[in-house]
């Protein structure tokens, strides 16, 4: 009985210390990077990748610390610029040129940017300091993202002759506007965090993302059977704290 009542009065304590610190931190701030993009199409388009911009505002609330791990929840709400951009060779692997292009000046070219505005909610853990310092992290989660508009930038002419055929006959997305306006996927990654006392955060991370949805239809009658979004992504964001929870052994 006494074993058992000491027991009853462990159990709490023990719970107690598994649940970790409390914070309560809030940062917002900016951000901006360097993506390159493709889309994997399904039957296959040779490409290479298509670089873009993006840059927008960021949030974060820092609720715990778990033994070492600092947890966080991240949002973001960015302008970004994707699409893909075609590898036009010949069954070599060389350029492919217009029969009248003498001197091989323009080899045929074909890409496609599809601006979009996209908000990702990433679940952080972080390693090291707080508040002054440097500290570790990674972070994963969903995507979404809101097509703007989209551009295209080529050379190709439909009936002019080329000096040797396309090794891809591929061609239907070269005529054919984004049909679905709503992407989604999954983007995970990691960086590294500076922390300046009356300055703010400084950060560097990579990127990957993954698209779960098509921007073409992706039935029987469709002529793809997928065209999901890839991307990798270089970022750099500053954060300053809006709200800091108030512990003198936080570092």
Same mark, same amino acid.
């Given at each position: 009985?006494?074993?058992?009542?000491?027991?009853?009065?462990?159990?709490?304590?023990?719970?107690?210390?598994?649940?970790?610190? /409390?914070?309560?931190? @809030?940062?917002?701030?900016?951000?901006?990077? /360097?993506?390159?993009?493709?889309?994997? @199409?399904? +039957?296959?388009?040779?490409?290479?990748?298509?670089?873009?911009?993006?840059?927008? #505002?960021?949030f974060r609330y820092t %609720?715990?610390?778990?033994?070492?791990? &600092? %947890?966080?929840?991240?949002?973001?709400?960015?302008?970004?610029?994707?699409?893909?951009?075609?590898?036009?060779?010949?069954?070599?692997?060389?350029?492919?040129?217009?029969?009248?292009? =003498?001197?091989? =000046?323009?080899?045929? /070219?074909?890409?496609?940017?599809?601006?979009?505005?996209?908000?990702?909610?990433?679940?952080?853990?972080?390693?090291?300091?707080?508040?002054?310092?440097?500290?570790? @992290? *990674?972070?994963?989660?969903?995507?979404?993202?809101?097509?703007?508009?989209?551009?295209?930038?080529?050379?190709?002419? +439909?009936?002019?002759?080329?000096?040797?055929?396309?090794? !891809?006959? #591929?061609?239907?997305?070269?005529?054919?506007?984004?049909?679905?306006?709503?992407? /989604?996927?999954?983007?995970?990654?990691?960086?590294?965090? *500076?922390?300046?006392?009356?300055?703010?955060?400084?950060?560097?991370?990579?990127?990957?993302? @993954?698209g779960l949805g098509n921007?073409?239809?992706?039935?029987?009658?469709?002529? *793809?059977?997928?065209?999901?979004?890839?991307?990798?992504?270089?970022?750099? !964001?500053?954060? *300053?704290?809006? &709200?800091?929870?108030?512990?003198?052994?936080?570092?």
């Amino acid at each position: 009985m006494r074993k058992l009542l000491i027991l009853l009065l462990l159990v709490p304590m023990m719970a107690k210390a598994q649940v970790g610190e /409390y914070r309560s931190d @809030f940062a917002v701030g900016v951000n901006g990077g /360097y993506m390159m993009s493709q889309v994997s @199409f399904q +039957p296959e388009v040779p490409q290479g990748w298509l670089g873009g911009m993006t840059g927008g #505002v960021s949030f974060r609330y820092t %609720c715990e610390k778990y033994f070492k791990s &600092i %947890c966080a929840i991240v949002a973001e709400v960015n302008y970004a610029q994707m699409g893909w951009k075609e590898t036009i060779e010949d069954k070599d692997n060389n350029p492919v040129y217009y029969r009248d292009d =003498e001197n091989k =000046e323009n080899p045929l /070219y074909y890409e496609r940017r599809i601006n979009y505005i996209q908000i990702p909610v990433m679940a952080r853990l972080g390693w090291g300091r707080e508040r002054k310092g440097v500290q570790a @992290f *990674f972070q994963l989660g969903p995507q979404i993202g809101i097509y703007i508009d989209e551009s295209t930038n080529t050379n190709i002419e +439909p009936y002019r002759g080329t000096l040797t055929p396309r090794s !891809s006959v #591929v061609t239907a997305q070269e005529s054919m506007p984004v049909e679905n306006k709503f992407d /989604y996927g999954i983007v995970g990654g990691a960086g590294i965090e *500076f922390s300046l006392p009356k300055i703010g955060h400084i950060l560097l991370d990579a990127r990957y993302y @993954f698209g779960l949805g098509n921007i073409y239809g992706n039935s029987k009658q469709d002529y *793809f059977g997928k065209s999901n979004q890839q991307a990798i992504v270089i970022k750099m !964001s500053y954060l *300053f704290d809006i &709200i800091k929870t108030k512990n003198s052994n936080i570092k």
